[in-house]
C-alpha cells in the first residue's frame, strides 16, 4: 500500500510538473527589438513596422513584445542587415536592394527596372515561388526576409532641369538606390545613395542635382519640389516592396503560434501600408497640383527611356551570368510577369486607356 501510495505520489508530482512547466511557457513574455532604416516620422514606412508590432502585442495577449527603434535611436539607417543577421536587433525593416553591395542575390526582392507591378509582385511573392526564393537568398545569412509593405509605382525623380536627350543625363549627380542606379551610372550619371533625412539639404546645397525619393503622398513633406520642378514618372520601381527581416535562431525559439501570430502581422502590415500610401499619394497630389503650379509632370523622352532600357537589359545579362541563384530569381520574375501582364493589360490597362 505505501509502495502504491509513494508511486502515486511521483506520478501526481510529474502530471503537475509537467503542467507548470507548459503553463510557464504559455506564459512567458518574448521582448524583441526592431530596427528601422527609417526616421520617426517618415510615414507610412514607419508605420510599418509600428502597426506590425500593436498586432503583434494584441493577437499574443501581451506574450510578444517589440519595440521599433528608428534610424535616429540606432544611428544606423543602412546598417539593418548586419545588425539583424549579427543578433544585435531580433527584427529589422528596410529594402533588399541597399544590401546588392553585400549580396547581390537579395537585390530583385524590392523590385527591378522595367519590372512587376504591385499586383503582379505580389501574386509572384505569395503564388509564384517568390517567397521560397526569397528565404533561399537569405538562408546563408541566417536570416528569413518577408514582404513588408510596397509603394507601388514610385515617380522617376525630381530633376533641376529638364531632360530631353540622353546627353542631358550625362554628368549629372542623383541619389537613385538599387539596379536603377547601375543603369543610371551606364548612362553617364554619377550615382550615390543617401540616407532620408539628408536629401532636401543635398539637392539644396548642389550636392545632387536629381533625385527620386517615392512619389507625391511621401515626397511632399520633403519640399523637394521648392528646388527642382521638373517631376518625372517612373520607370525604375514599378512595385517597391519593403522588407521585414527576422534573426532566424530568434524566430526558431519562438512557440509556433507567437511565430504564426508574428508572419501574419507582418502580412496584414504589409499591404496596409501599400493602400495607406496610395491615399497619401492621392490626396497629396491632389494639393501639390493646385498649389505649386510650378510643378511639371514630365515623362522621359523615347530616346532616354529606349537607352535606359537597353542599359538594363545589358547589365541584366552581365549579372546573371555571374550569379546562378540571382538568374533563378531573376528567371522567374520574367517569366512570372510575361504570364501576369497578359491580364494586367487586360484588365487594368485597357480599362485605364478606355476611361482616361
Not at 514618372?233 to 527581416?245: I, N
Not at 550569379?323 to 484588365?347: C, F, G, H, I
Amino acid at each position: 500500500m505505501l509502495k502504491k501510495t509513494a508511486k502515486l505520489l511521483v506520478t501526481s508530482s510529474l502530471i503537475l510538473g509537467i503542467a507548470a512547466t507548459a503553463s510557464s511557457a504559455a506564459d512567458r513574455v518574448y521582448k524583441w527589438k526592431l530596427a528601422t532604416t527609417w526616421g520617426p516620422t517618415l510615414s507610412p514606412f514607419i508605420d510599418a513596422p509600428q502597426n506590425m508590432s500593436k498586432m503583434v502585442e494584441e493577437m499574443s495577449d501581451g506574450r510578444l513584445q517589440i519595440r521599433v527603434d528608428a534610424s535616429n535611436k540606432h544611428k544606423s539607417a543602412l546598417g539593418i542587415f548586419d545588425m539583424v543577421k549579427g543578433g544585435q536587433y531580433d527584427m529589422g525593416h528596410s529594402a533588399s536592394y541597399y544590401w546588392k553591395g553585400k549580396d547581390i542575390n537579395t537585390l530583385p526582392f524590392t523590385t527591378m527596372p522595367f519590372g512587376m507591378t504591385t499586383n503582379e509582385q505580389y501574386a509572384w511573392f505569395y503564388y509564384g515561388g517568390g517567397m521560397e526564393l526569397m528565404q533561399k537568398a537569405y538562408k546563408k545569412h541566417k536570416v528569413l526576409s518577408f514582404p513588408g509593405g510596397n509603394t507601388g509605382n514610385q515617380m522617376g525623380g525630381w530633376f533641376r532641369k529638364e531632360i530631353n536627350s540622353v546627353a542631358d543625363l550625362e554628368g549629372l549627380k542623383m541619389r537613385i538606390p538599387g539596379f536603377a542606379g547601375e543603369v543610371m551610372a551606364k548612362l553617364g550619371l554619377t550615382v550615390t545613395n543617401i540616407a532620408s533625412g539628408e536629401l532636401y539639404t543635398a539637392l539644396e546645397r548642389g550636392t545632387i542635382d536629381a533625385l527620386e525619393w517615392v512619389g507625391p503622398g511621401m515626397d511632399i513633406n520633403m519640399g523637394f519640389h521648392k528646388i527642382a520642378p521638373f517631376y518625372y514618372t517612373g520607370w525604375h520601381e514599378p512595385a517597391t516592396e519593403l522588407q521585414f527581416l527576422v534573426n532566424e535562431r530568434k524566430f526558431n525559439k519562438l512557440p509556433k503560434d507567437l511565430q504564426q501570430i508574428l508572419v501574419t502581422a507582418m502580412r496584414v502590415s504589409a499591404y496596409d501600408m501599400y493602400i495607406q500610401n496610395y491615399h497619401m499619394s492621392a490626396n497629396a497630389w491632389d494639393k501639390m497640383g493646385a498649389e505649386y503650379p510650378n510643378i511639371k509632370v514630365k515623362t522621359f523622352p523615347k530616346e532616354v527611356m529606349d537607352a535606359m532600357k537597353k542599359a538594363n537589359d545589358e547589365l541584366l545579362v552581365e549579372m546573371k551570368a555571374k550569379n546562378p541563384l540571382l538568374k533563378e530569381v531573376l528567371d522567374s520574375q520574367a517569366e512570372y510577369q510575361r504570364k501576369a501582364r497578359k491580364w494586367t493589360e487586360m484588365s487594368d490597362y485597357l480599362f485605364l486607356k478606355d476611361n482616361l
